[in-house]
């Protein structure tokens, strides 16, 4: 093993004297960036660890927490860890009574909300909820029931006046096979699956991902970094204890729909993201073109062509390379505050177009590959390499195989101890052999570089036999500037057909460049827009096995949702939900089994 046992407050704690900024963290409120020192954060974490303690909070205790990234949302995880109790995080778009579920299954003792519009759905669920003996209100609150945060951490540095040595001796006490957190996977089906990760499993992982991050962090100044996934999810979990370890300072986003403003403010060197941001940001940089004309728009384009053609084993000639950044990139790379250097890239498949085009235009775009059951990272692209369509290969003291019916096994130090009070599915994702069973279909090439097709329950049977993976299509139709969501279905029929949800707002620009006016009523239904879905569908078939292609579809006005219980918190398609609330409509697609 390479990396010997730790805690993630052992972590933690060797940053901050790495730090070069004086700044821990940073979230955005009101517009206004709030930003919090080193030494301020290590108070407020004492403060609220000693608070918890006077709450009755033990070593070996829950707290949950339900809030939006903030410094707090960190200050609240320390503390929890500073005392050997574990944070059950949730996410801010979980239903009421899934998060019922999660505080009555954990047995969290305490939990904190952000405020009372976070609390809301909760609140009428919780007082039959009697192993949470204390709420706490980060930002306060109107319920007087609920304590607040200031409150907790006033109780605690009276508690640290009092009893001088009892923080560092509750922080000793703290070991590496002790459970750290609870996250409790939304799924695609079935109950939220407590995953059990000790302080080892988490602190060994961002020890081993921060071995292949593109960047040297001793040759910046004053680097941050920009984050908007939420800290509920594992990856961006990891991610901030890989900061907190370099002594870099996360930025927290206050609303994603102004991440173009805080790009430009914070000026970032790094971001981990799903690819559906940068699928975003490509398809506006696409868009833009068409307000060109001319020999601008020609120049534009050939730059954007060259980007998506881009290869690191083939390099384009330095030269063309230097006209596209001289008229194109440099500007494109201003977008995201001129000192980005690279994104990584997990919780679903990028685009190979996406990636392409990313780092051909000067910005590193490495995608990475793991669980939440494996804390989570296993695979990403060692420092300096890159295959696109890869994700990469083992990190340290990871083993990677494929079983005979192409699933991805793991074995790792990062693996989950189980999940929590379910020993039956435990036993069905970690064979006796000590192998993780990913749930994931993919292959290792020649040199090791694993290749991830898609989830092994995504793949369905088409009547004449043939296999289909869906997420790669589905990958391929969102890349289209006009297509915002897609479901591919199929299962037990002759051909592939989609759900489409096309993207309304760059659908309505094609409408002002062609004079036309944006029909107000059943724009899924109008002939243009079907006509135009059409020819990003055709695009897409073209690159497709015969039995792939979508031969028909059907356009959705409204996307799919977190809150109808179609996409997960973290993104990912319920396909069953999006086959039972849409049946009607696909079951009309195959009405007519033989067109």
């Known amino acids: 093993m390479k990396y010997e046992p730790t805690t993630i407050l052992s972590i933690v704690e060797q940053g901050y004297e790495k730090n070069k900024t004086g700044i821990f963290s940073a979230v955005k409120r009101n517009g206004e960036w709030v930003e919090t020192s080193v030494n301020d954060f290590k108070q407020m974490v004492h403060d609220l660890a000693l608070g918890l303690y006077e709450l009755g909070v033990r070593k070996g205790d829950k707290v949950s927490l339900h809030a939006e990234n903030s410094t707090e949302w960190l200050i609240v995880d320390q503390a929890v860890l500073s005392i050997g109790a574990a944070i059950v995080p949730i996410y801010t778009t979980q239903p009421g009574e899934q998060i019922k579920y999660i505080l009555e299954n954990s047995e969290a003792k305490v939990h904190f909300v952000s405020n009372d519009e976070v609390f809301a759905e909760t609140k009428p669920l919780i007082k039959g909820v009697e192993n949470v003996k204390a709420v706490v209100s980060i930002l306060g609150s109107k319920h007087q029931k609920l304590k607040t945060f200031d409150e907790i951490l006033e109780m605690g540095h009276k508690k640290g006046e009092e009893d001088p040595t009892l923080f560092e001796k509750l922080r000793s006490e703290v070991e590496p096979d002790d459970l750290a957190t609870l996250i409790y996977t939304s799924g695609t089906t079935g109950v939220p699956k407590g995953v059990m990760l000790t302080h080892h499993n988490i ?67 790094y971001l981990v993201t799903v690819p559906r941001l940068l699928e975003k940001v490509v398809t506006g940089i696409k868009v833009k073109g068409q307000e060109m004309s001319g020999i601008k728009k020609q120049l534009y384009y050939w730059a954007v062509n060259l980007a998506e053609e881009y290869d ?112 039956e599915k435990t036993e069905e994702a970690i064979d006796e052999d000590g192998w993780f069973h990913t749930g994931d279909i993919g292959h290792l090439d020649e040199d090791g570089w694993l290749f991830v097709t898609d989830r092994k329950k995504s793949l369905f049977k088409l009547s004449t036999g043939k296999y289909v993976a869906p997420q790669p299509i589905e990958n391929a139709l969102v890349n289209s500037g006009f297509i915002e969501q897609a479901v591919v279905v199929g299962s037990e029929h002759k051909f ?70 179609e996409i997960t918190p973290t993104l990912k398609i319920k396909r069953n939900v999006i086959n039972e609330n849409y049946k009607e409509i696909i079951d009309s697609i195959y009405a007519d089994e033989e067109s």
Not at 210 to 224: C, L, M, R
Not at 233 to 260: C, L, N
Not at 366 to 389: A, F, M, N, Q
Not at 396 to 418: F, H, N, S, T, W
Request: with cysteine.
């Open 496 to 565: 592939c057909a989609g759900l489409i949800v096309p993207n309304w707002e760059n659908m309505k620009k094609r409408f002002e460049t062609k004079g036309h006016s944006f029909p107000k009523e059943s724009p899924a239904e109008n002939e243009f827009v079907i006509k135009r879905i059409q020819k990003e569908v055709d695009k897409v078939n073209k690159e497709l096995s015969k039995w792939e292609k979508v031969k028909k579809f059907r356009l959705l006005e409204e996307q799919f949702t977190i809150e109808d219980g």
């Open 203 to 269: 602190a060994g992982n961002a020890l081993a991902a921060f071995e292949i991050f593109p960047f040297d962090v001793e040759e910046y100044e004053t680097p941050k970094v920009l984050s908007y996934l939420p800290l509920a999810h594992m990856f961006e979990r990891t991610a901030s204890y890989i900061y907190a370890y370099v002594g870099i300072p996360p930025y927290y986003i206050e609303d994603v729909d102004q991440i173009k403003e805080d790009f430009a403010a914070v000026k970032p060197i």
């Open 312 to 423: 690191p084993e083939n390099p384009p000639s330095k030269w063309k390379w230097k006209i596209a950044d001289k008229l194109v990139y440099a500007k494109i790379r201003e977008l995201f505050g001129g000192r980005m250097v690279g994104f990584n890239v997990g919780g679903a498949a990028l685009s190979p177009n996406i990636a392409r085009f990313i780092n051909g235009i000067g910005i590193y775009c490495g995608l990475g590959y793991g669980l939440t059951e494996t804390s989570p990272v296993l695979t990403g692209p060692p420092k300096g390499e890159l295959r696109i369509g890869s994700s990469g290969k083992p990190i340290a003291d990871v083993e990677i195989k494929i079983a005979e019916d192409g699933e991805i096994l793991a074995k790792a130090p990062y693996v989950m101890k189980g999940y929590y009070k379910m020993p």
